[in-house]
């Protein structure tokens, strides 16, 4: 009882941070907890009577840390767990509800108790523009350990979840504790992951690539995939598989232009043996050896006319008038050699369907573009002659599009720097203003932000949240501090 008349006093302490009157204080939902936990209550269960009270023990060093507001730069994360029985005078509803908040919280049932486990950043540090004043974060940190413990967690002046979730100071402790949570929860997979693709990659010569939208489920389902994959080759001891390109996705079966032969995710290992048995590899590795081919004849050009690369859509760069084309411009260039201006060497170079060119030359295409755009009809004279018309202008444009994106790389580097932050990306939905004035923000609030931002990775996206692989944080480019 000694260790709950103190955290009724600090609790009394804190209380000055609230004002609302209609909802109950920290300190009566304190009392109720303690009531609830009471070792009393545990004499036929040591083990949680123990747990409730080590836990029960630090929350008051929890509460006291959070009064003093001074924290340490190596300040660890409080991991709670108590052990709850359900009350007598609880109705059904409000019996099923903690049991559910217990759940959420990592909570589960066994020998009629409720086990809550929960892991709690440290306190956040006091703003002393407001002394008396428990900070945002802890005030929703308390809030979500009490909601776990079936209480009242909209206590006098916390804020609401979506408040809460708006702003940093609030989102990036349990944001960061939630993500060290997933990361470490993905280190089996991800290691099994990479041993599988590595099995693959060595033991049958394969390599195995997943479509877009399965590279962003978590990293377990990634390694059940290709673990059913493994299996599935195991059933085909007899097939070469050597070189071929495996992709699994979720549309269906059958090789692609670049000769990758196509699984689907939903499958069978069975029905996977039993395709990959008639599937025709020969093509596959025919179509392989073809984009090889365009690969290399593609570099050559760009090498002889003079310019950084050169490159056509999907469709056309298989079409046999596109590999004429590079035949031959390839041929003329090695006799005439580069005709461009060295700063030329910059442009990269577009082969065009004739549908396409028509279009452009129709007026279809006004905008400016970073590059110079030739007919797939065209001779190595007229490839010259549109480099030496349109080569400047292209130029001009492609030189503003690489300032304006070392401007957004400085803005990058310089918001790390500041908030001494381990990395900060962007989601590529994101507007160039939108990402800017998001890093303007940062670098005006700074002084505050860093404090709760140094050493981990952000990544500027619409919404705050934490990345299933727990690798990074997303936080709105919105935010509200």
């Known amino acids: 009882m000694r260790q709950a008349f103190c955290l009724y006093n600090v609790a009394d302490s804190l209380s000055a941070s609230f004002a609302t009157a209609s909802k109950p204080s920290l300190k009566s939902q304190l009392r109720e907890l303690y009531k609830r936990i009471h070792p009393d209550k545990f004499h036929g269960f040591p083990p949680a009577r123990d747990a409730n009270e080590k836990s029960f023990k ?183 598989m050597a070189g071929v390109h495996l992709m699994v996705g979720e549309e269906g079966y059958g090789p692609d232009k670049l000769g990758r032969l196509w699984l689907h995710a939903d499958a069978s290992q069975a029905l996977w043996s039993q395709y990959l048995k008639q599937a025709d590899l020969a093509e596959c590795a025919r179509r392989r050896r073809l984009v090889s081919r365009v690969k290399d004849l593609e570099a050559t050009v760009a090498q002889r006319v003079g310019v950084s690369m050169l490159y056509t859509s999907q469709q056309l760069q298989l079409q046999p008038e596109y590999i004429h084309f590079l035949e031959r411009i390839a041929d003329g260039a090695a006799t005439a050699g580069p005709r461009s201006d060295r700063t030329m060497r910059q442009v990269p170079l577009q082969v065009l369907s004739e549908r396409s060119a028509e279009a452009q030359a129709a007026g279809q295409s006004h905008a400016e573009q970073p590059y110079v755009a030739v007919c797939v009809t065209a001779d190595l004279k007229q490839v010259y002659s549109a480099l030496q018309s349109k080569g400047p202008a292209a130029l001009a444009v492609l030189q503003k599009h690489n300032a304006d994106k070392q401007r957004l790389e400085d803005f990058r580097h310089t918001v790390e720097k500041r908030l001494r932050i381990r990395r900060l990306a962007r989601d590529e939905t994101l507007q160039d203003v939108q990402f800017i004035s998001c890093c303007k923000r940062m670098l005006y609030n700074s002084t505050s932000l860093s404090q709760i931002m140094e050493g981990l990775s952000f990544r500027i996206s619409h919404t705050n949240l934490v990345s299933p692989e727990g690798t990074h944080i997303d936080i709105a480019w919105d935010f509200e501090v």
């Open 58 to 240: 630090m929350l008051q060093e929890y509460l006291t840390a959070a009064k003093q507001g001074d924290l340490g730069t190596a300040a660890l994360p409080y991991n709670f767990v108590f052990y709850l029985h359900q009350s007598q005078d609880q109705t059904s509803q409000q019996k099923a509800a903690a049991a559910d908040a217990a759940t959420q919280q990592g909570g589960a049932v066994s020998n009629g108790l409720h086990k809550v486990s929960l892991t709690l950043p440290p306190p956040a540090r006091k703003d002393y523009a407001q002394p008396d004043q428990l900070p945002a974060a802890t005030q929703a940190s308390i809030g979500k350990l009490l909601s776990a413990c079936g209480l009242q967690s909209d206590v006098e002046g916390a804020l609401s979840d979506e408040q809460a979730s708006k702003r940093l100071r609030l989102f990036v402790p349990a944001a960061a504790e939630m993500g060290r949570q997933r990361a470490a929860a993905q280190l089996g997979p991800k290691s099994q992951l990479s041993m599988v693709r590595t099995a693959l990659r060595l033991g049958r010569q394969v390599t195995v690539g997943l479509s877009s939208s399965l590279q962003h489920k978590s990293a377990a389902v990634q390694a059940d995939i290709l673990t059913r994959l493994a299996g599935a080759l195991d059933r085909t001891p007899d097939v070469d």
